[in-house]
């Protein structure tokens, strides 16, 4: 198919405008990367950032080395895996019955949900309740504490994504006497292989940046996630109370430098980024097509 | 049909299952691994029983791994179980709040400031702990407090008790003293830091304008300062000039205290800078610096002078490394506080003040477990050994010895890595100057004697006002208001001659008043 | 004999007419089972973990003691909501400044990620779409903490990069964080810059579920690339952003926290300072668990509020709703 001349500077334009955007959000990661290869004298230098003129590996060596680590990894990978998974089936399975105006009393159990996003009784009640399940200490809590398990806003959207499914769809699996979770499985589930990417996407990442629910509800200290480990070592850093507190034998060896810091920014980014090209095929069009002539 | 019936039953029943089973386990675990609130052995059956207590420690930075080398050791010397409380520096208030809502209250009890004290002692968590009663129980510790500053017991009290053991810091008496780039100040003709407050606008000046980088631009200040968070202690160099600081309290002609931004000297240092800001000798920027933003205009070479204590200008310090990698041949030449029209300059200094550590209320009635934890105390603060181990390590594997100073091993030096091993503050409150028995492990004689040379001569200013008042409650963004009126007065958006005295009156009308008659009832009981 | 209540015919007919309402309901209910064993175990999660706790609302209108927990704390009314509306705290600014803030995030932060996802859609060529979707999420994952400093140094009137440019065009330097008239510019700008490509992604995965029959329709009947984006594009994903932005307008009076609290400081409090920021910096100075609450509650009615009203209005539209 051959395109027209307007056609090709309209793709020219928008390209170029999405090279610009790209270029401007790019720049703060190659900044950090381009420090965390620093040596600390080139990552104190003023001025742009783009590659060290002195490399050096040591911020990585000491990020990697810093206590917790590896099983903050371990313990971060398996409540993005498991979390994500279970996620999705509590939130498809909670969906779907919302989806369907024919639920008695659908308005009702609609607002069971919604009503919890204004209304929450706070962190100390949750955490009571989390203790009293027996639950404080223990790797569950992070897939089952809120709000984790059930994202309201993702439920809401996917029941939306679900509503919008021709009915003819399931019609035809209905005739063939089909019950609900047939129909769930069979039709709904592939066509909505988007909304699920997405919603699959946003559980992932939620996981993977959670670090408050560790520090309340978990105590030992192999149990608590990667974040956690590593925020302490950006975080713990810019405020006043360092000045004070800083121990005088270490002097600046006792401060975090620049370099680790952002080293362990890239580490902490970079797994989830390359978790998204996995899910890119999700979001192919037509997935429709050919739907209504089987 | 059925299959997929079955099929989602069993991922139905699999998800509930292991969330039930998890639960289970995962309590029982934690049962195991964390005792319960309700282990400790209080239920002590008297003398001569050899029963370990528990002790439930709540302090910062907390030890990587539990039954760590330097848990271990404490617990074999003084016969007790210690059970760690994590909680993280970022949002202690928050999470420590969770934790005594849910029945855990810790039985060492470290408590960041007298704010802390106010707040918990009148949730009633903490136990009464009288002056007379510590003295008792740490008597050689005791002894240091009352070198350092004798009211040291008497800022952290509420309605008259005592809640906590006071910590002082010897380092917080040290002055702040200006630091300059060596570069620069010989480049402009001086070969000795300004004394006077004339000699110091000079210098600002003609760091500005004379270019002493040699780069050809005019990218260069004389001073900075922190804005983001630090305004109380911003522009030192000229508020110590008028013999005062910014929103500090100080003693008037008849004793009483007032702040010193009703104060002639305040309004005119604020009509100073507004001055400087003028004539572009401040760096504009100052407003959105951090402190990492502030020293960075240091090092590499926005601003010509720093303000920061000895530690940081020592070989080791940051202040000195960091300059020195981004221009080795450099150097920082140390003033004095300049002097100004009223007679001789001031150097801030924070003050030996420091955090507290306090006990919780069922210590109050457990006098088996107060005595112990007075014990440990005691010895964390007085006895060689268990001041080394706590807070450095063992001798050899984290350390050594030069000179009778500890020097940490490279691996070591950062208080984070200690974790691996228990070393660092979490049970070894008094580190690092925390008690003045042990600065010849803290500090090498070379330190020591740069702290003095650095500070010899300098009069220092430390705030009088130590603690809090209930009407701080009241007015809780009264610092917000005067953090904003600092920035206006400066950059000109309001003019210190005409506006100053209405900021005072407003100041003084949404609780400035109230605040100052509180404050000089409590300094009046303090005497 | 027992008197017996008289029944008149209308006293009957209700009764038989709720007796037969409750047999429908229960006749619908076990024709829908497999929907309801569905929605089970959702509805008991939330049941527990959220309806559970949620008498920890009451705190807003308590003075929490920790020792004697949330049910014995003593009773104080409306007091925290009093302390927030004292003229006093300034309480109107901020309030002014929240919902400023915020709405300027919504109407421009709002349709921001639908138009460029509207772009990454018109773009034919797949290997550039994958790099450039893919580089557009990068800035979602950096803190504000680490962005802070970034913005500070990139903003800067003397050396940052953006100020360099606009010399070249002689524009003089701004002092973007540092100056009142332009602080709350850069707070929604750098909030768009920083979400708008992780934004995109709900909008793609609705474009995705367009069916390109429709498309191809389109072209046989001679529409060009503007018609089919208004009358194929645009409508198919409406519901999407119909509920997106219920749900959007929900947080009216959560002006990005965090944003805030890394960016402001004493020369901008006047137009930067939020709810949140003064519920931080008074929340410092005290246990204002309670306190805290109620100023959570005000912001969660306010939203509950736009949430209906906005969903009236959309449904009035012809949309979907939210419910």
């Given at each position: 198919?051959?395109?027209?001349?307007?056609?090709?500077?309209?793709?020219?334009?928008?390209?170029?405008?999405?090279?610009?955007?790209?270029i401007?959000?790019?720049?703060?990661?190659?900044y950090?990367?381009s420090?965390?290869?620093?040596?600390?004298?080139?990552?104190?230098?003023?001025?742009?950032?783009?590659?060290?003129?002195?490399?050096s590996l040591e911020?990585?060596?000491?990020?990697?080395?810093?206590?917790?680590?590896?099983?903050?990894?371990g313990?971060?990978?398996?409540?993005?895996?498991v979390?994500?998974?279970?996620s999705?089936?509590?939130?498809a399975?909670?969906?779907?019955?919302?989806?369907k105006?024919?639920?008695?009393?659908?308005?009702?159990y609609?607002?069971?949900f919604?009503?919890?996003?204004?209304?929450?009784?706070?962190?100390i009640?949750?955490?009571?309740?989390?203790k009293?399940?027996?639950l404080?200490?223990s790797?569950?809590?992070?897939?089952?504490?809120?709000?984790?398990?059930i994202?309201?806003f993702?439920?809401?959207?996917?029941r939306?994504?679900?509503?919008?499914?021709?009915?003819?769809?399931?019609?035809?699996?209905?005739?063939?006497?089909?019950?609900?979770?047939?129909?769930?499985?069979s039709?709904?589930?592939?066509?909505?292989?988007p909304?699920?990417?997405?919603?699959a996407l946003w559980s992932?990442?939620?996981h993977?940046?959670?670090?408050?629910d560790?520090?309340?509800y978990?105590?030992?200290?192999t149990?608590m996630?990667?974040?956690?480990?590593?925020?302490r070592?950006?975080?713990?850093?810019?405020?006043?109370?360092?000045?004070?507190?800083?121990?005088?034998?270490g002097?600046?060896?006792?401060v975090?430098?620049?370099?680790?810091?952002?080293?362990?920014?890239?580490?902490?980014?970079?797994?989830?980024?390359?978790?998204y090209?996995?899910?890119?095929?999700y979001?192919?069009?037509?997935?429709m097509v050919?739907?209504?002539?089987? | 049909?059925?299959?997929?019936?079955?099929?989602?039953s069993?991922?139905?029943?699999?998800?509930?299952?292991?969330?039930?089973?998890?639960?289970?386990?995962g309590?029982?675990?934690?049962?195991?691994e964390?005792?319960?609130?309700?282990a400790?052995?209080?239920?002590d059956?008297?003398?001569?029983?050899?029963?370990?207590?528990?002790?439930?420690?709540?302090s910062?930075?907390?030890?990587?791994?539990d039954?760590?080398?330097?848990?271990?050791y404490l617990?074999?010397?003084?016969?007790?179980?210690?059970?760690?409380?994590r909680?993280?520096?970022s949002?202690?208030?928050d999470?420590l709040n969770?934790?005594?809502?849910?029945?855990?209250?810790?039985?060492?009890f470290?408590?960041?400031?007298?704010?802390?004290?106010?707040?918990?002692?009148?949730?009633?968590?903490?136990?009464?702990?009288?002056?007379?009663?510590?003295?008792?129980?740490?008597?050689?510790?005791?002894?240091?407090?009352?070198?350092?500053d004798?009211?040291?017991?008497?800022?952290?009290?509420?309605?008259?008790?005592?809640?906590?053991?006071?910590?002082?810091?010897?380092?917080?008496s040290q002055?702040?003293v200006?630091?300059?780039?060596?570069?620069?100040?010989?480049a402009?003709?001086?070969?000795?830091?300004?004394?006077?407050?004339?000699?110091?606008e000079?210098?600002?000046?003609k760091?500005?304008?004379?270019?002493?980088?040699?780069?050809?631009?005019?990218?260069?200040?004389?001073?900075?300062?922190?804005?983001?968070?630090a305004i109380?202690?911003?522009?030192?160099?000229?508020f110590?000039?008028?013999g005062?600081?910014?929103?500090?309290?100080?003693?008037d002609k008849?004793?009483?205290?007032?702040?010193?931004?009703?104060?002639?000297?305040?309004?005119?240092?604020?009509?100073?800078?507004?001055?400087w800001?003028?004539?572009?000798?401040?760096?504009?920027?100052?407003?959105?610096n951090?402190?990492?933003?502030?020293?960075?205009a240091?090092?590499?070479?926005?601003?010509?002078?720093?303000e920061?204590?000895w530690?940081?200008?020592?070989?080791?310090?940051l202040v000195?490394?960091?300059?020195?990698?981004?221009?080795?041949?450099?150097?920082?030449?140390?003033g004095?506080?300049v002097?100004?029209?009223?007679?001789?300059?001031?150097?801030?200094?924070?003050?030996?003040?420091?955090?507290?550590?306090g006990?919780?209320?069922?210590?109050a009635?457990?006098?088996?477990?107060?005595?112990?934890?007075y014990e440990i105390?005691?010895?964390?603060?007085?006895?060689?050994?268990?001041?080394?181990?706590?807070?450095?390590?063992?001798?050899?594997?984290?350390?050594?010895?030069?000179?009778?100073?500890?020097?940490?091993?490279?691996?070591?030096a950062?208080e984070a890595?200690?974790?691996?091993?228990?070393g660092?503050?979490f049970?070894?409150?008094?580190?690092?100057?925390k008690?003045?028995?042990?600065?010849?492990?803290?500090?090498?004689k070379?330190?020591?004697?740069?702290?003095?040379?650095?500070?010899?001569?300098?009069?220092?200013?430390?705030d009088?006002?130590?603690?809090?008042?209930?009407?701080?409650?009241?007015?809780?963004d009264?610092?917000k208001?005067?953090?904003?009126?600092f920035?206006k007065?400066?950059?000109?958006?309001?003019n210190?001659?005409?506006?100053y005295?209405k900021?005072?009156?407003?100041?003084?009308?949404t609780g400035?008043?109230?605040i100052?008659?509180?404050?000089?009832?409590?300094?009046?009981?303090m005497? | 004999?027992?008197?017996?209540?008289?029944e008149t015919p209308?006293?009957?007919?209700?009764?038989?007419?709720?007796?037969?309402?409750?047999?429908?309901?229960?006749?619908?209910?076990?024709?829908?089972?497999?929907l309801l064993?569905?929605?089970?175990?959702?509805?008991?999660?939330?049941?527990?973990?959220?309806?559970?706790?949620?008498y920890?609302?009451?705190?807003?209108?308590?003075?929490?003691?920790?020792?004697?927990?949330?049910?014995?704390?003593?009773?104080?009314?409306f007091?925290?909501?009093?302390?927030?509306?004292?003229?006093?705290?300034?309480?109107?600014?901020?309030?002014?400044?929240?919902?400023?803030?915020s709405?300027?995030h919504?109407v421009?932060?709002?349709?921001?990620?639908?138009?460029l996802?509207?772009?990454?859609?018109?773009?034919?060529w797949k290997?550039?779409k994958?790099i450039?979707?893919?580089?557009?999420y990068?800035p979602?994952?950096?803190?504000?903490?680490?962005?802070?400093?970034?913005?500070?140094?990139?903003?800067?009137?003397?050396?940052?990069?953006v100020?360099?440019?606009?010399n070249?065009f002689g524009?003089?330097?701004i002092?973007f964080?540092?100056d009142?008239?332009?602080?709350r510019f850069?707070?929604?700008?750098?909030?768009?810059?920083?979400?708008?490509?992780?934004g995109t992604?709900?909008?793609?995965?609705?474009?995705?579920?367009?069916?390109s029959q429709?498309?191809?329709?389109a072209?046989m009947?001679g529409?060009?690339?503007?018609?089919?984006?208004?009358?194929?594009?645009?409508?198919?994903?409406?519901?999407?952003i119909?509920?997106?932005?219920i749900?959007?307008i929900?947080?009216?009076?959560?002006?990005?926290?965090?944003?805030?609290?890394?960016?402001?400081?004493?020369?901008?409090?006047e137009?930067?300072?939020?709810?949140?920021?003064y519920?931080?910096?008074?929340?410092?100075?005290?246990?204002?668990?309670?306190?805290?609450?109620?100023?959570?509650?005000?912001?969660?009615?306010?939203?509950?509020?736009?949430?209906?009203?906005?969903n009236?209005?959309?449904k009035?539209?012809?949309?979907?709703g939210?419910?």
């Amino acid at each position: 198919m051959t395109y027209s001349w307007g056609d090709k500077i309209y793709q020219f334009v928008l390209a170029f405008i999405i090279c610009i955007l790209c270029i401007t959000m790019l720049y703060p990661f190659v900044y950090e990367l381009s420090i965390s290869l620093s040596t600390p004298a080139e990552a104190l230098r003023q001025g742009i950032h783009l590659y060290p003129k002195q490399l050096s590996l040591e911020a990585y060596k000491r990020a990697l080395n810093a206590h917790g680590i590896w099983y903050g990894l371990g313990n971060t990978v398996f409540r993005t895996v498991v979390g994500t998974l279970v996620s999705l089936v509590f939130i498809a399975l909670t969906a779907y019955p919302l989806s369907k105006k024919y639920l008695p009393h659908r308005m009702f159990y609609t607002w069971i949900f919604i009503f919890t996003m204004f209304f929450n009784g706070g962190l100390i009640p949750t955490y009571l309740l989390v203790k009293s399940l027996g639950l404080l200490d223990s790797r569950l809590v992070y897939i089952l504490a809120p709000p984790f398990l059930i994202s309201t806003f993702s439920m809401l959207i996917m029941r939306n994504f679900f509503m919008n499914i021709p009915a003819e769809l399931e019609e035809a699996a209905k005739i063939d006497g089909a019950n609900e979770f047939r129909t769930l499985a069979s039709i709904i589930i592939p066509l909505s292989k988007p909304i699920l990417a997405t919603v699959a996407l946003w559980s992932a990442v939620n996981h993977w940046n959670a670090w408050l629910d560790g520090l309340i509800y978990i105590q030992s200290p192999t149990k608590m996630v990667l974040q956690i480990f590593l925020r302490r070592l950006i975080v713990d850093n810019s405020d006043q109370d360092l000045q004070q507190l800083m121990e005088q034998a270490g002097g600046a060896a006792a401060v975090i430098p620049e370099t680790v810091k952002a080293a362990t920014l890239m580490l902490t980014v970079l797994p989830i980024i390359l978790l998204y090209p996995f899910l890119q095929k999700y979001f192919v069009k037509g997935i429709m097509v050919g739907s209504l002539k089987g | 049909m059925s299959k997929w019936k079955q099929g989602f039953s069993l991922v139905l029943a699999a998800v509930f299952s292991t969330t039930l089973l998890g639960g289970c386990s995962g309590g029982s675990k934690g049962s195991q691994e964390t005792p319960s609130s309700n282990a400790s052995a209080s239920a002590d059956s008297g003398a001569g029983s050899v029963q370990p207590l528990t002790i439930k420690w709540l302090s910062f930075n907390p030890p990587d791994k539990d039954g760590n080398a330097v848990q271990k050791y404490l617990e074999n010397r003084f016969n007790v179980k210690i059970e760690n409380m994590r909680i993280d520096r970022s949002n202690w208030n928050d999470q420590l709040n969770i934790k005594l809502a849910g029945g855990d209250v810790p039985d060492v009890f470290w408590l960041w400031d007298a704010n802390d004290i106010m707040l918990y002692s009148q949730q009633g968590v903490l136990a009464e702990l009288p002056t007379e009663e510590i003295k008792e129980n740490m008597p050689k510790y005791a002894e240091t407090v009352d070198q350092q500053d004798d009211k040291l017991w008497k800022y952290g009290m509420i309605d008259g008790k005592s809640y906590a053991i006071p910590l002082y810091w010897s380092v917080g008496s040290q002055p702040y003293v200006p630091g300059y780039n060596g570069k620069w100040l010989k480049a402009i003709g001086y070969s000795e830091p300004p004394t006077t407050l004339e000699e110091l606008e000079d210098v600002f000046t003609k760091f500005t304008n004379d270019d002493p980088d040699g780069d050809g631009k005019k990218d260069t200040y004389g001073i900075s300062a922190v804005g983001k968070g630090a305004i109380g202690i911003a522009f030192n160099a000229v508020f110590g000039a008028y013999g005062t600081k910014w929103n500090t309290w100080i003693k008037d002609k008849d004793g009483t205290l007032v702040n010193s931004m009703t104060t002639e000297p305040v309004k005119e240092a604020m009509t100073t800078l507004n001055k400087w800001y003028k004539k572009g000798i401040v760096d504009p920027e100052f407003i959105t610096n951090d402190w990492n933003k502030y020293r960075q205009a240091f090092y590499n070479g926005k601003i010509g002078e720093t303000e920061t204590d000895w530690r940081y200008y020592y070989p080791t310090g940051l202040v000195y490394q960091e300059l020195k990698k981004v221009d080795p041949d450099n150097e920082i030449i140390t003033g004095k506080p300049v002097h100004g029209p009223y007679g001789e300059g001031v150097a801030h200094a924070f003050g030996v003040k420091n955090s507290y550590i306090g006990m919780g209320a069922q210590v109050a009635k457990d006098e088996k477990k107060k005595k112990k934890i007075y014990e440990i105390l005691e010895a964390l603060a007085t006895d060689d050994e268990a001041y080394l181990m706590s807070y450095y390590g063992e001798e050899g594997t984290n350390y050594t010895l030069e000179d009778g100073a500890v020097v940490m091993k490279t691996e070591f030096a950062p208080e984070a890595n200690r974790g691996s091993y228990g070393g660092g503050t979490f049970y070894g409150f008094f580190g690092s100057g925390k008690s003045s028995l042990m600065k010849d492990f803290d500090f090498t004689k070379e330190q020591q004697d740069f702290a003095h040379k650095l500070g010899d001569g300098v009069q220092t200013l430390v705030d009088a006002k130590l603690f809090n008042v209930p009407a701080e409650k009241d007015y809780p963004d009264l610092p917000k208001m005067t953090d904003e009126y600092f920035i206006k007065f400066i950059t000109g958006e309001l003019n210190p001659a005409t506006d100053y005295d209405k900021f005072i009156d407003k100041w003084k009308k949404t609780g400035g008043e109230q605040i100052t008659e509180q404050v000089n009832q409590k300094y009046t009981e303090m005497k | 004999m027992k008197a017996q209540p008289i029944e008149t015919p209308l006293v009957a007919d209700r009764r038989e007419s709720e007796t037969n309402y409750r047999k429908t309901i229960l006749k619908e209910y076990v024709k829908h089972r497999y929907l309801l064993f569905m929605l089970l175990p959702g509805l008991i999660w939330y049941l527990i973990f959220y309806y559970g706790p949620m008498y920890g609302i009451q705190l807003a209108f308590k003075d929490f003691r920790i020792t004697q927990g949330i049910m014995d704390s003593p009773w104080v009314g409306f007091k925290h909501f009093d302390r927030m509306f004292s003229a006093g705290s300034g309480f109107g600014l901020i309030l002014k400044n929240t919902f400023l803030i915020s709405l300027y995030h919504i109407v421009f932060g709002f349709p921001a990620p639908i138009l460029l996802a509207l772009m990454f859609n018109e773009i034919r060529w797949k290997l550039f779409k994958r790099i450039t979707q893919s580089i557009t999420y990068l800035p979602h994952f950096l803190s504000w903490v680490v962005m802070a400093g970034l913005l500070v140094t990139i903003l800067s009137p003397s050396t940052g990069i953006v100020n360099y440019v606009l010399n070249l065009f002689g524009i003089d330097s701004i002092y973007f964080l540092g100056d009142k008239s332009y602080f709350r510019f850069t707070l929604v700008l750098s909030g768009i810059w920083k979400e708008i490509g992780w934004g995109t992604i709900i909008y793609l995965a609705a474009l995705a579920g367009i069916d390109s029959q429709l498309y191809e329709a389109a072209v046989m009947d001679g529409a060009g690339r503007w018609k089919q984006m208004i009358h194929i594009t645009l409508p198919s994903i409406m519901p999407v952003i119909a509920i997106m932005f219920i749900l959007r307008i929900g947080s009216i009076l959560d002006a990005g926290f965090d944003q805030v609290l890394n960016l402001y400081n004493p020369a901008v409090y006047e137009v930067g300072d939020i709810l949140d920021t003064y519920v931080f910096r008074v929340g410092l100075t005290q246990l204002q668990y309670s306190f805290t609450t109620a100023v959570g509650l005000f912001k969660n009615v306010v939203g509950l509020i736009m949430v209906l009203g906005s969903n009236y209005l959309i449904k009035r539209s012809g949309q979907e709703g939210l419910f």
